[in-house]
């Protein structure tokens, strides 16, 4: 049964109905002719059947010798499909070449995404990445993402590591930033170790050198923590070492900012001229010539063509021209306030970049011309700073010299 309901498909079948007084005599015809009907069914005034679609015509020529009206319901199968399919060549047609473009495309990059980074620009990054021959537009069987990785982080000391993960069109690379540490004195040197700032000590980790203070001590900002100076009681003689630890230590800091009441901002007059380009692939076409002069801040808007989830590498740009003018404005005292907390909030990303803030308390000072904002801070952060001791020769004796 499977088969011959394949076959009729394959073949392609007419399902039509019978009208009139003589339905019999055209079964009768039409089963002498060899003809095959299924799925025969009646109803009061007539019937539907089945044919294969070669047969039709003839079961035509059978009905008018019987009398009766044959009318076509619906017609099925392979070759029914194929025909319009041929009627709509250009379609068709359309949806393969359609289907062949975002394959081919599918094969390139077209954007990169970067996470991870805060003092390193993604622009710097993005360069870094060009060099090594990553960049939107480029195929992805030209070049190898180890290497882009390694020659990459040779490019860029600040990153300590960089991942490339290519998802469809789009490289997603992820970078980890190092953390900044005091400028070091070579391990051939000797060297003590000296606080950076006044506080606390809360933990110690002494590697080499021999420590001058102990956990709960408070220390002065360059007083000595680990001297690379050491005594040997036994044999009074003098050893010098490149001393290395890590002291966590409980500090205060303290930052502050001035807002005056009167100041000026560039406000825009309205007035906005907007230029436009088409960039396909990496070359950009503008259709205009030259820019506005005077005081104008550009936005630029870039419009990426997708189709079905793939971006192209076509994108309708605009670049809009806005107008501004200095003019003079006086903040009230919250107007003034708000923005001092703005910038002391930036103030204090840059400022306690690997530093733990525990707690933090504002002090506001309104002045007659503006208001000072003044942020205090408890902190946790590694206070040791390598300082050189250099060794001099005077009057036949040897000094130490030990550098501020």
């Not at 399902?15 to 009646?42: H, P, T």
């Not at 192209?312 to 005292?333: C, D, R």
Request: proline content about 3%; some cysteine; hydrophobic content about 40%.
């Amino acid at each position: 049964m499977f088969f011959l309901r394949l076959i009729q498909i394959f073949l392609g079948y007419i399902k039509f109905r019978v009208d009139g007084a003589s339905c019999e005599k055209f079964l009768n015809l039409v089963s002498r002719a060899g003809i095959v009907l299924w799925n025969i069914r009646r109803d009061k005034t007539g019937l539907y059947a089945n044919v294969l679609l070669s047969k039709y015509k003839t079961a035509e020529q059978l009905a008018k010798k019987a009398g009766v009206k044959l009318t076509i319901v619906k017609r099925k199968g392979v070759p029914v499909y194929l025909i319009k399919l041929k009627n709509r060549l250009g379609f068709v047609l359309g949806i393969v070449l359609f289907a062949a473009i975002i394959v081919y495309f599918s094969g390139y990059v077209w954007i990169i995404k970067i996470s991870g980074n805060s003092t390193v620009s993604s622009r710097e990054i993005m360069y870094a990445l060009s060099d090594q021959g990553l960049e939107p537009g480029v195929r992805k069987s030209t070049f190898d993402r180890k290497t882009v990785e390694q020659q990459a982080l040779e490019k860029i000391p600040e990153l300590s590591w960089i991942h490339i993960n290519l998802s469809g069109s789009v490289a997603n690379v992820e970078v980890g930033e190092r953390t900044k540490r005091p400028e070091l004195v070579p391990d051939d040197r000797p060297c003590n170790i000296k606080a950076s700032e006044t506080g606390q000590i809360l933990q110690m980790e002494v590697y080499e050198g021999q420590t001058t203070l102990k956990v709960g001590d408070t220390v002065q900002k360059d007083e000595l923590l680990v001297s690379g100076v050491i005594e040997e009681p036994m044999t009074m003689l003098t050893r010098y070492v490149h001393a290395r630890a890590k002291i966590i230590a409980s500090t205060s800091r303290e930052l502050s900012v001035k807002v005056p009441f009167k100041t000026t901002e560039n406000r825009d007059t309205g007035k906005v001229i907007k230029k436009y380009s088409i960039r396909f692939l990496n070359v950009s076409i503008p259709f205009y010539f030259g820019v506005p002069s005077g005081n104008y801040r550009r936005l630029a808007y870039k419009n990426p063509l997708v189709i079905g989830g793939t971006q192209l590498p076509v994108s309708f740009n605009t670049t809009a021209f806005l107008e501004y003018k200095n003019v003079p404005v006086t903040l009230n005292k919250q107007q003034a306030l708000e923005k001092a907390k703005k910038l002391i909030a930036d103030k204090e990303r840059i400022e306690f970049s690997g530093i733990k803030v525990t707690a933090k308390e504002y002090e506001q000072k309104f002045e007659p011309d503006g208001i000072t904002l003044i942020g205090k801070y408890k902190c946790e952060e590694n206070i040791a700073v390598s300082k050189e001791v250099k060794i001099g020769e005077t009057g036949g004796k040897r000094i130490i010299r030990q550098e501020s």
